[in-house]
Nanobody, 116 residues
Framework: QVQLVESGGGLVQAGGSLRLSCAAS????????MGWYRQAPGKQRELVAI????????NYADSVKGRFAISRDNAENTAYLQMNSLKPEDTAVYYC?????????WGRGTQVTVSS
């Protein structure tokens, strides 16, 4: 079992920045990738960014490339999402995901609201 706790969401004006954190605990040695999904009202949950344990593989949604940066600290079992140049369309609940060979684990989500 893996437990995930997100933090760092909030309200920001367009053009601003936020940094999300996701701390993993439990069976962290089984995690091979961590990342972020988001879900806006009335829309499906979508991948934002994901990073492998080795940090050799990083993928971003086209909509956030050049604005968001994902990183992880394996010693602290924590993943980060630095979000810059935020837009109103980035407004969503952001969920942390940990991928293991036993399945995927999700955090409870953190609200990000970008005002125009």
């Amino acid at each position: 079992q893996v437990q995930l706790v997100e933090s760092g969401g909030g309200l920001v004006q367009a053009g601003g920045s936020l940094r999300l954190s996701c701390a993993a605990s439990g069976d962290t040695v089984s995690i091979y990738a961590m990342g972020w999904y988001r879900q806006a009202p009335g829309k499906q949950r979508e991948l934002v960014a994901i990073i492998a344990r080795s940090v050799s593989s990083i993928n971003y949604a086209d909509s956030v490339k050049g604005r968001f940066a994902i990183s992880r600290d394996n010693a602290e079992n924590t993943a980060y999402l630095q979000m810059n140049s935020l837009k109103p369309e980035d407004t969503a609940v952001y969920y942390c995901i940990a991928r293991t060979f036993g399945g995927n684990y999700w955090g409870r989500g953190t609200q990000v609201t970008v005002s125009s």
